[in-house]
């Protein structure tokens, strides 16, 4: 069988397979395909080369179609019948005929390598592989549903569609704030980095050049990290390391003075809004601001609470200047 062609298929079942398909290597019931099946990824309607088909009531769609609709590259492997996903730090293996799959993802302090077993294996028809999707899917960071009134299965963002619009169109304060949240748990598009002297009293930073919300620095001890909304996700597109205290840390990020800088590096002008938040014991705070291109810092907003209450709130309280505009709507930059 062509690799081109087997490739193809592999990738479109992995990703949308994973919703239903029995254990086994039962004959596949193609015919029960003859009721159409949509596929959306990302909100965008996709139509494979290959149709959707049923297996004894498990939907099993082709693999390449939908890896590549959202950015996975897809790897067939001829001799021993497996495919393998990759996007950004992250692979999974399939081997057709077998419930066991491989998921190796890069992490700070190394690759950490997964094998685990799915509740139906990889299946091939008609020189087409067909996968279970929802497990594979998850391991990039989507979500996958079967609407069964609409015979529809989406791959999607886990935001929701309230902050999902948010995110790309709504208020530039609003929409930092989710930006920002979703930092915490990063893809990676570069060797991930550890960060040095976290203190709980150093909190974490966000830096957000003027008008925009779809990239940032997070600063978390020494490690500075450029983040790259895709796909609703944080992707960290560059690291470095920021010596001094946290005052320090900024200028020498706005200086451009870092160290170990792995990926393509920013080139920080004009103003940064600023927030830095964290807990501390019993305690915690949130303090707003704008950084210059010279790394001077001026306060816009502190909140500090105790034991469950506040007890200092000065300022605006929002990742935002005054009379800031946002310039990256709809995602663009």
Same mark, same amino acid.
Request: no cysteine; charged share 25%; hydrophobic share 40%.
């Given at each position: 069988?062509?690799?081109?062609?087997?490739?193809?298929?592999?990738?479109?079942?992995?990703?949308?397979?994973?919703?239903?398909?029995?254990?086994?290597?039962?004959?596949?019931?193609?015919?029960?395909?003859?009721?159409?099946?949509?596929?959306?990824?990302?909100?965008?309607?996709?139509?494979?080369?290959?149709?959707?088909?049923?297996?004894?009531? @498990?939907?099993? &769609? $082709?693999? %390449?179609? #939908?890896?590549?609709? +959202? !950015?996975?590259?897809?790897? =067939?492997?001829? /001799?021993?019948?497996?495919?393998?996903?990759?996007?950004?730090?992250?692979?999974?293996?399939?081997?057709?005929?077998?419930?066991?799959?491989?998921?190796?993802?890069?992490?700070?302090?190394?690759?950490?390598?997964?094998?685990?077993?799915?509740?139906?294996?990889?299946?091939?028809?008609?020189? @087409?592989?067909? &996968? $279970?999707? %929802?497990? #594979?899917?998850?391991? +990039? !960071?989507?979500?996958?549903? =079967?609407?069964? /009134?609409?015979?529809?299965?989406?791959?999607?963002?886990?935001?929701?569609?309230?902050?999902?619009?948010?995110?790309?169109?709504?208020?530039?304060?609003?929409?930092?704030?989710?930006?920002?949240?979703?930092?915490?748990?990063?893809?990676?598009?570069?060797?991930?980095?550890?960060?040095?002297?976290?203190?709980?009293?150093?909190?974490?930073?966000?830096?957000?050049?003027? !008008?925009?919300?779809?990239?940032?620095?997070?600063?978390?001890?020494?490690?500075?990290?450029?983040?790259?909304?895709?796909?609703?996700?944080?992707?960290?597109?560059?690291?470095?390391?920021?010596?001094?205290?946290?005052?320090?840390?900024?200028?020498?990020?706005?200086?451009?003075?870092?160290?170990?800088?792995?990926?393509?590096?920013?080139?920080?002008?004009?103003?940064?809004?600023?927030?830095?938040?964290?807990?501390? !014991?019993?305690?915690?705070?949130?303090?707003?601001?704008?950084?210059?291109?010279?790394?001077?810092?001026?306060?816009?907003?502190?909140?500090?609470?105790?034991?469950?209450?506040?007890?200092?709130?000065?300022?605006?309280?929002?990742?935002?200047?005054?009379?800031?505009?946002?310039?990256?709507?709809?995602?663009?930059?």
């Amino acid at each position: 069988m062509k690799s081109k062609v087997l490739t193809a298929a592999v990738a479109a079942s992995v990703i949308v397979g994973a919703l239903f398909a029995p254990v086994g290597t039962e004959r596949t019931n193609a015919a029960a395909s003859s009721q159409t099946i949509r596929i959306e990824v990302m909100g965008k309607a996709l139509q494979p080369d290959t149709a959707p088909i049923m297996d004894h009531g @498990r939907v099993l &769609v $082709p693999l %390449r179609a #939908v890896s590549e609709a +959202f !950015g996975a590259n897809v790897q =067939w492997d001829g /001799k021993t019948n497996t495919a393998t996903v990759r996007k950004w730090g992250v692979s999974v293996r399939l081997k057709a005929a077998s419930s066991m799959v491989v998921v190796e993802r890069e992490q700070p302090g190394g690759t950490a390598k997964a094998t685990e077993r799915l509740d139906v294996p990889m299946k091939l028809h008609g020189n @087409r592989a067909y &996968v $279970p999707i %929802r497990y #594979v899917a998850a391991q +990039f !960071g989507y979500k996958t549903d =079967w609407q069964d /009134k609409a015979r529809t299965v989406s791959i999607g963002s886990y935001l929701g569609k309230q902050k999902h619009d948010t995110l790309y169109n709504g208020d530039l304060a609003e929409a930092r704030e989710i930006a920002f949240s979703q930092s915490y748990n990063p893809q990676y598009n570069v060797t991930p980095m550890y960060a040095h002297s976290v203190g709980e009293i150093d909190g974490v930073t966000a830096l957000f050049p003027e !008008g925009e919300v779809m990239r940032f620095i997070r600063i978390d001890g020494d490690l500075a990290q450029q983040i790259k909304i895709v796909d609703d996700q944080a992707v960290v597109i560059w690291a470095g390391r920021l010596s001094g205290t946290n005052e320090e840390r900024l200028r020498n990020f706005m200086q451009r003075e870092w160290t170990d800088s792995v990926g393509d590096a920013p080139k920080p002008t004009g103003d940064y809004m600023f927030v830095n938040s964290g807990i501390f !014991g019993e305690t915690g705070w949130a303090e707003y601001g704008v950084v210059d291109a010279k790394g001077a810092f001026t306060q816009t907003g502190y909140m500090h609470y105790g034991f469950g209450e506040v007890d200092t709130e000065t300022g605006t309280l929002e990742i935002v200047k005054e009379g800031e505009k946002r310039s990256d709507a709809a995602g663009t930059l």
